[in-house]
């Protein structure tokens, strides 16, 4: 013991002295007491690790509310302080180990003298890192070049949304597809399609490097939308920047982004993306441009090559929507249940109405609430919580966006029609023109063009829809229910409409109801008998009394203090007189007195000197009002089918204004040759529909080169039916005798676009004249001709623009043409209807439905002796080999064959029809094949949506198709024996037409 003090009190005297700076005390300092100088190092390590916890929170912070990521720097500084971490850890385990030597007896001071270099090395870089550590907010984070950002979104209800987007995404991929429009009304669903998107493209890598959602603000303009886009990708520019410098900065930014989608969501007005600095999409770029918008007008401007119309949720969708919204909890009872599903189809299909008034009654189970709240949406009054602040108040932005005020007028009025009601465009535009919405200047053809203009303006601002009725796609438009609930809500504020149309009031409103700033009132379409007040509205502009019964009179001082009044319409309604009041009406523009079938009287119209619009057709009046001779701003004048003794056709010419005269159907008497010779005088007349008692008449006024002042005319020669929907620029002939006399030859060239032959003897086939003159003939229709053999020679007239063709009743009909069809022959049919042809056995020959390229529809009934459909021509030899080839008609829609007792083919071979979605069969006994069912194509089996026929005709033809009738089965209908295509036919071309509220011309 005494050998191993000496030793240690050696060493302890040569460290003693050897120890003269600070590292190598620090180092003896270890040597004598190694615990304690490790702790100096932990606590120094603490403090590090704290300074690292909180450096981390920062970190965390920042990427969670602006998605910054660390700068390389700090993550070089967090990464040295692991590092450090884990070196302590190993010197901790080595300073435990404590090894000493000479078996145990000494401490092992070599050892100990090498930690201590270690550790004191260790307190140097500890407190180096903890000085590093000082790095300012600037450097700490950078900004992350994220793809994009996943948006918040709700999930997509109903086909009708999934269809867009996947049309949407197909769009997207198309490398030829460089901007996209998505348009609709406002609260139909646009943004929540394109979230979807957004973040279904977020998720897959391949498509684009980046998608950039910009939103428009609604009061956004060029420089606005300039710096949205560039807080987007991260460009900040001054005040003083132009234009040009913030499109070249963004050009530039986007350019650099690769592959990328701009998505610009709720855009209101169309710019250049030049004027932006939108790089211009292309194949070599790979960039797109997706914008949505509530006008269709944006989309062109902007130059989309794909548009995508969000039209609302079917029935079916609305209700699945509001029964999520709603809880189903609430609709256990059927009764609240069938509430709620009236309360859902108040809201008409719109998302956004259908979510908000959801919502507001989501687990309401008081039946009183639902029963108010379906009277309110049913009323327009739509107290309902969230309605006015979301739905309305969106719908309302749309509407103070319309370009001027005198669009905004024109597209109050459409509310004056009842809901959901089908509004002629014709007529809409007359009431505009009237009422004097469309300015002062101009002439009445002028007018309406600009009508038109707005009208076109509206339906691409998506604030009226169009409406496909009639075979016409362009003729009626439509207010959805929640955009008029809107527009009821707005009038209200003022009280400056009355709007209670189509409710079915049998009692008229009360006085107080009359307020005297009243401008508008529609009463139209009720059940009122009479109208017994005396209103005081000296504002009033617009009455509208149509389709009331009323056959229990007017006050006689009704009309007293309506001094104002412009437009008055008591058309389809019982009255049998008027009031002396209407006389005093010096600022009447229209008096509509359109099918009063019970009118014989109409007070004196001398005052009336402001009126332009005169309507007493299809009215009892024997004797016409007198004052007529007054009327010295008279426009349009309308005295079809009256039961007049005297029509004052001479005083025609003294109504200088005159623009449009309609006096069809006067059978009482003759027009004759005086007739002509004043309409030859009627030097501003641009419209004129009017029948002549012959040929020769017809030809004397054609001769006087009048109808070339014409816009557009309806000329009959005999005496027409009661009705008729022909449409402008029209022909027609019923019952005339002598229809192939030589005519002028100047006879109309290119001017006919409809023609009906009706109940002409002597006629086989359509005359030489008519052929040349209707080179631009788009619908014919032939009826009751009883010696007609066929419809054209093919040598006269092709018929290019021909696309609906009606025949009924020819009974000697032998086929449609005669002779070989050259090349473009009824290129443009569309609609081919044959009914009661009972001498033909074959519709179309070969070498004519080889140029039927158009042709969408085929309806042929009741024709006794037809064998096939499609057949080789009496005439046409060369077509014997193809016999047996196949016939293709590739946009063919919709079949229908009824009552063809003898037919045995469509066609005898294959036939391609890869667009046909309906095909009906009735009584066709010996139909037994279908030629597109020998060899179906898949396009056909996704086309077809319906098929119907008796049970019996569809269990002989599955013998013969029975894999493929298997899988068509789910769209077989089974229709009874005696179901027939006539009633169907019938109602396409019933007389009159059951949208209009004025009715027929």
């Not at 006008?295 to 130059?303: D, H, L, T």
């Amino acid at each position: 013991m005494e050998i191993a003090g000496a030793i240690a009190r050696t060493v302890q005297l040569f460290c003693g002295q050897c120890c003269s700076n600070d590292s190598i005390s620090e180092q003896c300092s270890y040597l004598r007491n190694p615990q304690a100088v490790l702790l100096i190092l932990d606590e120094k390590l603490k403090f590090l690790t704290a300074r690292e916890a909180d450096l981390k929170t920062r970190l965390h912070v920042e990427k969670v509310l602006r998605g910054m990521d660390p700068t390389a720097e700090v993550i070089l500084w967090l990464e040295n302080v692991q590092k450090m971490k884990n070196i302590m850890a190993s010197l901790e385990q080595e300073i435990q180990d404590n090894k000493s030597c000479l078996c145990g007896c000494f401490p092992n001071y070599y050892r100990r003298l090498k930690l201590g270099n270690s550790v004191t090395k260790k307190i140097h870089e500890v407190h180096k890192l903890l000085d590093d550590n000082k790095i300012s907010d600037r450097s700490l984070v950078n900004m992350v070049l994220e793809r994009g950002k996943t948006l918040p979104g709700t999930t997509l209800v109903g086909e009708t949304a999934k269809r867009i987007l996947l049309r949407t995404q197909e769009y997207l991929m198309d490398e030829n597809i460089g901007i996209i429009g998505i348009y609709g009304m406002g609260g139909v669903g646009k943004t929540s399609i394109i979230k979807e998107i957004n973040n279904q493209l977020l998720r897959k890598n391949a498509l684009f490097d980046n998608v950039i959602w910009v939103t428009a603000s609604k009061d956004s303009n060029l420089e606005k939308l300039q710096k949205d886009i560039a807080k987007v990708i991260g460009l900040c520019f001054d005040d003083e920047d132009s234009e040009l410098t913030r499109a070249s900065e963004l050009y530039e930014a986007l350019r650099r982004r690769s592959r990328f989608l701009l998505i610009i969501d709720d855009l209101w007005e169309a710019y250049s993306l030049e004027n932006i600095g939108i790089p211009n999409p292309t194949i070599v770029n790979g960039c797109k441009l997706l914008i949505t918008t509530r006008s269709s007008n944006v989309c062109r401007c902007m130059e989309t090559v794909k548009e995508i119309e969000v039209h609302v949720l079917s029935t079916e969708e609305a209700w699945n929507l509001f029964e999520q919204k709603v809880g189903e909890e609430v609709l256990s009872s059927p009764r609240m249940r069938d509430l709620a599903m009236d309360v859902a189809k108040e809201c008409a299909g719109l998302p956004l109405a259908l979510i908000t008034v959801g919502r507001a009654l989501r687990k309401e189970k008081n039946i009183r609430q639902w029963q108010a709240a379906l009277s309110e949406l049913r009323n327009s009054t739509a107290n309902i919580e969230g309605v006015e602040n979301q739905v309305f108040a969106r719908l309302r932005f749309s509407y103070d966006r319309l370009k001027d005020d005198m669009t905004r007028s024109c597209f109050l009025y459409c509310a004056l029609y009842p809901e959901d009601h089908i509004i002629e465009k014709e007529e809409l535009i007359k009431y505009w023109l009237w009422d004097g919405l469309l300015g002062s200047f101009g002439s009445q053809i002028v007018k309406m063009r600009l009508g038109n203009m707005i009208l076109n303006e509206l339906k691409s601002a998506c604030m009226l829809e169009g409406v496909y009725q009639d075979g016409h796609s362009d003729v009626y438009v439509k207010m959805h229910d929640v955009i008029r609930d809107m527009v009821i809500a707005l009038t209200r504020v003022n009280s400056s409409f009355m709007i209670k149309a189509g409710l079915s009031l049998q009692v008229p409103p009360v006085e107080n109801e009359w307020p005297p700033n009243l401008e508008r009132v529609s009463l139209m379409r009720n059940d009122l008998n009479c109208l017994s007040r005396e209103p005081r509205c000296p504002k009033l502009c617009t009455l509208l009394l149509q389709y009331n019964s009323i056959n229990k009179g007017i006050h006689p001082n009704f009309f007293h203090h309506m001094q104002n009044l412009k437009v008055l319409n008591l058309s389809y309604t019982g009255i049998y007189s008027l009031p002396e009041s209407l006389s005093n009406l010096e600022n009447l523009h229209a008096l509509l007195l359109c099918s009063c079938w019970n009118l014989s009287y109409v007070p004196t119209l001398a005052k009336l000197k402001e009126l332009r619009v005169l309507d007493l057709s299809y009215t009892s009046i024997e004797h016409m009002p007198d004052g007529m001779n007054m009327l010295v701003n008279l426009q349009h004048l309308n005295l079809s089918y009256t039961k007049a003794f005297e029509i004052p056709i001479l005083l025609l010419p003294r109504y200088k204004f005159l623009e449009s005269l309609f006096i069809i159907g006067v059978w009482q008497f003759s027009l004759g040759p005086v007739f002509v010779d004043v309409l030859a005088n009627c030097s501003s007349l641009a419209v004129l529909e009017a029948n002549f008692s012959s040929m020769q008449e017809l030809d004397k006024y054609i001769a006087s080169g009048h109808w070339n002042m014409l816009e557009n005319f309806r000329f009959f020669i005999g005496y027409p039916p009661a009705s008729t929907r022909m449409g402008n620029d029209c022909v027609g002939f019923y019952g005339v005798e002598h229809i192939y006399e030589r005519l002028s030859p100047a006879w109309l060239p290119g001017r006919i676009l409809e023609l009906e032959i009706h109940e002409c003897p002597g006629i086989t086939h359509l005359p030489v004249f008519i052929t040349a003159a209707a080179s631009r003939l788009q619908h014919c229709k032939i009826r009751y001709c009883d010696e007609m053999e066929w419809i054209i020679t093919a040598e006269w007239s092709t018929f290019p623009n021909l696309e609906w063709l009606e025949i009924e009743g020819l009974c000697k009909l032998h086929q449609l043409s005669k002779g070989i069809t050259p090349a473009g022959t009824l290129a443009s049919l569309k609609i081919l209807h044959v009914t009661a042809c009972n001498d033909l056995r074959t519709l179309l020959p070969f070498d004519l439905v080889l140029q039927l390229i158009n042709l969408e529809e085929i309806a042929v009934q009741n024709c006794e002796t037809i064998v096939d459909i499609i057949a080789e021509g009496e005439e046409d030899q060369r077509v014997t080999e193809i016999n047996n080839a196949e016939i293709v008609l590739p946009r063919l829609q919709k079949l229908k064959l009824s009552s063809l007792p003898e037919l045995k083919h469509i066609v005898n071979g294959i036939m391609t029809c890869d667009s046909l979605s309906s095909i009906e069969v009735y009584k066709c006994d010996e139909l037994k094949m279908l030629p597109f069912f020998v060899e179906i194509r898949q396009q056909l089996l996704h086309s077809l949506k319906q098929i119907k026929g008796s049970k019996g005709w569809w269990k002989a033809l599955t013998r013969n198709h029975k894999d493929v009738l298997n899988l068509l089965y789910p769209i077989f209908k089974e229709e009874p024996e005696n179901s027939s295509l006539e009633e169907d036919v019938r109602s396409i071309h019933s007389e009159g037409s059951v949208a209009s509220s004025y009715g027929p011309r």
